[in-house]
């Protein structure tokens, strides 16, 4: 049998066990957004030898793998942490290679045959996008602009992002509204600052997967990330696979209840 055939004959094995599985989780509720902080890229380009950048290619296999198994599950909403405001402290060799990088798989996402198109995704850039490199920011602003019609999932991706930063971008241009409404006794309010939160385009996460066993936030989505499960593989981001977002959604589905009656609390208060 030729090496093709056998692959393709695998990959349908596969397709079919997931959905079977799948089939078997959406009895429960299925998580509407899922966010992903991408750790462990470095640690493993030194584990494995490999040249500077590598691990961070094999982590983007890894992303594509996990956003088609959240599409074939059911997940509306993905965001994934990119690229953070910090990053930018990295030698000039470092970021200059992750740009490249960037660039060329923003390009990739637009494709006929992209997991974007195959699975109607709009994607979004998150953050503050004057900080990128001009054809970054380009192909981005394309990226957007040539998913604008996809309806039937989000991707989110926070890049030149913190939630820090969003805060401060959102609750500046609360005020400069309020001043130009020229009223006095106008306030800020929550809705104001949400309004205008770079993660307005979608609703707050129900899970946050950070891989490298890590629980820390690392300055990401701190505001809408109150009453989400955080779930933390031991696994390098270019190891994660299916069972761990299996174990992530049955996790959630435990603690559901839990959640959305803290939800309700909160929302009453």
């Not at 401060?168 to 006794?185: G, N, Q």
């Not at 066993?213 to 990330?225: D, I, K, V, Y």
């Not at 031991?234 to 761990?244: A, S």
Request: hydrophobic share 40%; charged share 25%.
């Amino acid at each position: 049998m030729a090496i093709k055939k056998r692959t393709q004959i695998y990959e349908d094995l596969g397709t079919f066990a997931r959905k079977c599985l799948f089939s078997i989780l959406s009895v429960s509720v299925i998580p509407n957004h899922i966010a992903f902080i991408m750790d462990g890229n470095r640690r493993y380009s030194k584990q494995h030898n490999l040249i500077e950048g590598e691990g961070h290619r094999v982590g983007f296999t890894s992303l594509m793998s996990m956003l088609k198994y959240c599409y074939e599950l059911g997940v509306k909403y993905v965001t994934i942490y990119a690229f953070s405001i910090e990053n930018f402290k990295r030698s000039p060799e470092e970021v200059q290679s992750l740009m490249d990088l960037m660039e060329e798989k923003i390009k990739g996402l637009i494709n006929e045959e992209s997991i974007v198109n195959q699975y109607g995704v709009r994607v979004y850039f998150i953050g503050n996008l004057k900080l990128l490199s001009k054809p970054v920011r380009l192909a981005a602003e394309r990226a957007m602009d040539a998913t604008g019609k996809n309806s039937r999932a989000v991707l989110s991706i926070c890049i030149a992002y913190t939630s820090t930063d969003e805060i401060f971008h959102a609750v500046l241009e609360s005020c400069e509204e309020k001043r130009d409404k020229k009223d006095e006794k106008s306030v800020i309010d929550v809705t104001d600052i949400e309004r205008h939160m770079y993660m307005g385009v979608t609703p707050d996460p129900d899970i946050i997967i950070r891989t490298s066993g890590e629980t820390r936030l690392s300055n990401f989505l701190l505001w809408q990330s109150g009453d989400c499960l955080l779930y933390s593989p031991p696994v390098l981001w270019p190891e994660i696979g299916f069972r761990h977002l299996v174990q992530a959604v049955l996790d959630f589905q435990k603690h559901f209840c839990y959640i959305n009656n803290q939800k309700k609390i909160g929302s009453e208060v």
